[in-house]
């Protein structure tokens, strides 16, 4: 190895961050057509939209899909998680921006959050106004991210999620509002943190996840359904995902994960046939908890179903998905059973926001830093 001067050590001391902009599509890239709005504008346009070349970092352009979220399958969750793991494993980028569609971007957040290593922060964010909309939100959004990815302070924060100046972790968080300009929230209730004049505040971290390994090839074959319950819910839904092949079903409970009596049989006929199957919640948040026989979550865990901590059910599928693909049927299932009892990703409060700081001025420290 050549040693390097001074002079270049004070280069690159002032070397302007790098970040990785990874673009797939959605609302930020969509402009109207006779059919309604479509995905279009591509990375260097984006970054062009958002003025980055006014801002002090380096953006590299790099397009994986021009495509509206709600065509998304598996393979291009797979590409998505391969691609930033390629971007985020390299030296010189200091942080990766990946734009997306709102509609499933809780899906590509949670195969991203159960896959990413390192320290190299990952921001995905997009817009709910078209790129030719007078007032759209995207390059804002677009600007705060790829500042926020270039902060230091961002460094080691893992998978996040950045929409009108506000940061989620991106394991547990749903897309809540379907027109919002800030359609999401997390299941723990917290903030992370805000973004406010590109400079990223943190109030919070999300516990580490466990790693997974990348998707495999194979990964896109995996058949993980997810099947509602409500009022007068029979079997029907859940036996045709088994007779399709789904290799794991999710089920979003009642309440506390409630299947009803008729459900129930038809998990544990799904379990039988060897279907991977976990009980969750349609509720917003919240754990399914074994309460109530009779067709309640203590009847689906007798059938062999487990049950589902406070996660959404969309994101709980990418779980299955992912043990599924690296273990068997019986190592997939223990796994998931201790993934349940480890309680990670949660969301813990350090420090009062600003404005609900206390009259000294002092703000709270309500959990010690854990980032790992
Ligand atoms: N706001 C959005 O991006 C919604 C869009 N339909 C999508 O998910 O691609």
Known sequence: MTAIT?????????APARVALLATGGTISSRASASGARAQDRAEELIAAAELHRESVEV????????????????DLA?????????????????????????TMEETAAILALTHQG??????????RSADQSDTDGPRNLRDAVLTAASPATRGRGVMLLFAGTLHAGWGVRKHHTLAVQPFAHVSGGLLGRVQQGRPQYYAVSDPLPQL????????????????????ADGLLINAAREAGADGIVVAGQGAGNPGRSMVRAIED????????????????????????????VDARTAGASLLTDVPVTQARLLLALLLDHSSLAEARAQLESWQTSGRGVVRRQKKEPHMQDKSGAQWELAPLNLQ
């Open 6 to 14: 001074q002079k270049e050590v004070l280069l690159l001391a002032e």
């Open 60 to 75: 590299e352009a790099h397009d994986l899909a021009v495509e509206n979220s709600f065509n998304f399958g598996f393979s």
């Open 79 to 103: 590409a998505i998680a391969r691609e930033v793991a390629r971007l985020s494993s390299r030296d010189d980028v200091d942080g990766v921006v990946v734009t997306h569609g709102t509609d």
């Open 119 to 128: 320290e190299t922060p990952v921001i995905i964010t997009g817009a709910q």
């Open 213 to 232: 390994p990348l998707p495999s090839v194979s990964f896109e074959k995996l058949r993980v359904d997810l099947v509602m319950a409500y009022p007068g």
């Open 270 to 297: 799904a379990v039988q046939a060897g279907v991977l199957v976990a009980v969750g919640t349609r509720a917003f948040a919240g754990e399914a908890a074994p309460i109530y026989g009779g067709g309640g979550a």
